[in-house]
C-alpha cells in the first residue's frame, strides 16, 4: 500500500506547473509528507502493546516453572528422606513377611514394632512428596499453554512489512521537503515572509530519526521470541510427562517402594532429576522471552516518541 505513496511522492513535483510560486509548491510538499507520515506512531503502539501483552504472558509462564522447580527441588529432598526411612525398616528386617516369619520374639518387637512409628512417618512423607510431585507435574503442565500463547502471539504479529513500507514512504517524503528546503534556501525565501521555509525545517530536523531499520529490529526479535516459546513448549510437555511419570503409584506407594530394586530406585531418582532439570530449562526459556519482550517494549517506546515528534510537527 505504502509504495503507492513513494510512486505518488516520485511523480508529484514534476507534475506541478513550473510557473506555480515556489513557496506554494513547497506547501504542497509540506502536505504530501504530513499525508504520508501520519499515523506511524498508532502503528508502532499496536506493536508495543503486543509485546505487553506478551510479557506479562510469559512472565506468568516463568513464574509456573519456577514454581515447579522449586516444588521438584521439595520433592526430591522429600525423596531422600524416604529412601533412608525405607532403608531403616527394611533393614530392621520389616519389609516382607519372611523376615518378620523368621524373627525371635524379641527381634520381632525391637525390629519390627518399634520401626511402625517410622512407617507412619513414611506414610506422611510419601503423601507430602506425592503432592509436591502433582504441583510440579501441574505447574509445568501450565507452562504449555502460557508458552503456545506466546508463540502465536509473536507469530502473528512478527510481519511488520506494512509499518516498514509506510516508515519508508514517511522517509521518502522527508527527503523530499529536505530538497525542497534546499531549493528555497538557494532562492534566499525569507523566512519571516514565507512561514514554510520553517515548517520544512522542523522536518528535517525532527522527521529524520525514524528508522525502518529499527522495525527490521522488532521482526527478529518477535521471532526470537516465538522460537523459545516453542522450545519451552516442548521442554514443557516432556518435563510434564517426566514428572507424571515420577510421582507414579510405582514409586509413590508405601508397599511398592519398600520393595524397589535398586535398578527401580535408580530410575526413580532419575526421573525426578530430570523433572527439575526441565522445570529450571523453563525458567530459562521464560526469562528469554521476557528479556526480548521488554527489550521490544523499550524499542517501540523509542519508535513511538520519535514518530509523534515527528507528526508534532505537521499539526
Known amino acids: 500500500m505504502y509504495r503507492r505513496f513513494i510512486c505518488f511522492l516520485c511523480c508529484f513535483i514534476p507534475s506541478i506547473s513550473y510557473g506555480d510560486d515556489l513557496t506554494a509548491r513547497a506547501e ?9 507520515c501520519s499515523g506511524i506512531s498508532d502503528e508502532i503502539s499496536k506493536v508495543s502493546n503486543v509485546s505487553k501483552i506478551n510479557t506479562a504472558v510469559t512472565g506468568a509462564g516463568t513464574v509456573a516453572a519456577g514454581g515447579a522447580l522449586v516444588a521438584g527441588i521439595k520433592k526430591s529432598q522429600e525423596e531422600e528422606e524416604i529412601d533412608k526411612l525405607v532403608a531403616e525398616i527394611c533393614e ?7 523376615g518378620v516369619e523368621n524373627m525371635s520374639n524379641e527381634d520381632f518387637f525391637n525390629n519390627v514394632i518399634q520401626p511402625m512409628a517410622e512407617i507412619a512417618e513414611l506414610q506422611e512423607r510419601l503423601e507430602k512428596s506425592k503432592k509436591l510431585g502433582n504441583w510440579r507435574t501441574g505447574l509445568m503442565a501450565g507452562t504449555i499453554g502460557t508458552n503456545v500463547a506466546s508463540a502465536i502471539i509473536s507469530g502473528v504479529n512478527r510481519d511488520q512489512s506494512e509499518l516498514i513500507q509506510h516508515i519508508q514512504a514517511c522517509n521518502t517524503a522527508i527527503q523530499s521537503a529536505n530538497d525542497m528546503s534546499r531549493q528555497l534556501k538557494a532562492e534566499s525565501i525569507n523566512p519571516m515572509e514565507n512561514p514554510i521555509v520553517k515548517k520544512l525545517s522542523n522536518v528535517n530536523t525532527w522527521c529524520s530519526n525514524i528508522d525502518a531499520k529499527d522495525v ?12 523459545t516459546s516453542i522450545a519451552g513448549a516442548v521442554i514443557g510437555v516432556a518435563g510434564t510427562a517426566t514428572s507424571a ?3 507414579s503409584d510405582k514409586y509413590m506407594d508405601e ?3 519398600m520393595n524397589l530394586t535398586e535398578q ?18 523453563n525458567v530459562a526459556t521464560g526469562l528469554v522471552e521476557t528479556g526480548l519482550n521488554i ?3 523499550t ?7 520519535q514518530a509523534e515528534t515527528c507528526e508534532e510537527v505537521f499539526e
Open 28 to 36: 504542497q510538499v509540506f502536505d504530501a509528507a504530513r499525508i504520508v
Open 92 to 98: 530392621a528386617g520389616g519389609c516382607t513377611a519372611e
Open 216 to 227: 527490521e529490529k522488532i521482526e527478529k526479535r518477535m521471532t526470537g521470541v516465538m522460537g
Open 245 to 247: 511419570a515420577a510421582n
Open 255 to 257: 508397599q511398592n517402594r
Open 264 to 281: 527401580e530406585k535408580n530410575k526413580k531418582d532419575n526421573l525426578n532429576t530430570a523433572s527439575n532439570v526441565m522445570a529450571g530449562a
Open 295 to 297: 527489550s521490544l517494549i
Open 299 to 305: 524499542l517501540t517506546k523509542k519508535l513511538i516518541k
